[in-house]
């Protein structure tokens, strides 16, 4: 049986490729499944420093699955509960992504759309080919992207956010670039090479350094300014007293490569 995420390893990066190319990579209960066991498993793996997500096929995303959706509608007195366990298993999947230790970099194409969307947002950073299209488009079959919403609002501006989940309309990739959900913009053909690239430029930075920054970048941007710095101070403080720093500071100056384990 084909994974429906497909693993390999390149070195320290991980590619992560959503498989299901005939539903779009729909974020099936399966889909779903196969992303958590992926996150927990990256999650223990101290030889992995970066983590790119991409979808095969025509699509990166395109949300949920609907006709899986209909059927667990269609359970007698089962629909609350169905729906209900798997907006909470979504939610928990989005969520691993920003505890996990190493930058996530999702590789877009094609649309990513509601779910499909909240996936990209829920993403570090992302890379996205220049026809790509994104929305949070499920107002248009009468269902409020409300989950989507929440990753979504955290990083585009409300006004825009607001718009695109009461109007459907979809934007492309140079207006995504423009309000802050993906971080570059390509031709379709230089993607992968793209993406790579960010990753293997994070991927030579001191693992320890990045893995202690992204716990600290999430957990001050929830804090108010004196609280954030103080907590970034201890954090910095920790840092610095790494062997690794150390070794760092003195490259720098004497004008060398580190020397890092």
């Known amino acids: ?29 399966a889909m779903l499944a196969a992303l958590a066991d992926r996150f927990s498993a990256l999650a223990a793996d ?94 248009n079959i009468g269902l409020f992207c409300s989950t989507p919403m929440v990753a979504l609002s955290r990083v585009v501006p409300r006004k825009v956010a607001f718009e ?15 309000v802050g959900l993906v971080n570059r913009v390509v031709p379709h053909a230089e993607l992968e090479t793209a993406t790579t690239a960010l990753a293997e430029t994070i991927a030579a930075k001191l693992g320890a350094a990045v893995k202690v920054g992204k716990r600290a970048f999430y957990e001050q941007i929830e804090m108010d300014q ?17 062997r690794d720093t150390a070794e760092g500071v003195q490259a720098f100056l004497e004008k060398r490569k580190p020397d890092w384990a």
Do not use: W
């Open 1 to 29: 049986m084909t994974d429906l995420v497909e693993f390999e390893k390149r070195g320290a990066i991980a590619q992560l490729t959503l498989n299901s190319p005939g539903t779009l990579n729909a974020l099936s209960d």
């Open 46 to 139: 101290a030889t992995v420093k970066v983590v790119v997500l991409k979808g095969a096929g025509k699509a990166f995303c395109a949300g949920h699955d609907l006709k899986e959706m209909q059927a667990g509608r269609a359970a007698p007195d089962q629909g609350r509960a169905y729906f209900a366990d798997l907006f909470t298993r979504c939610a928990a999947v989005m969520q691993q992504i920003p505890t996990l230790p190493q930058p996530v970099i999702a590789q877009v194409h094609g649309i990513a759309t509601a779910a499909g969307c909240q996936l990209v947002a829920s993403c570090d950073l992302a890379v996205a080919a220049e026809a790509t299209r994104f929305g949070v488009n499920g107002v």
């Open 164 to 178: 695109m989940l009461t109007t459907g309309e979809f934007i492309d990739a140079a207006r995504a670039r423009e």
């Open 226 to 242: 004196a609280a954030a710095y103080a907590h970034a101070g201890a954090v910095m403080v920790d840092n610095m007293l790494f």
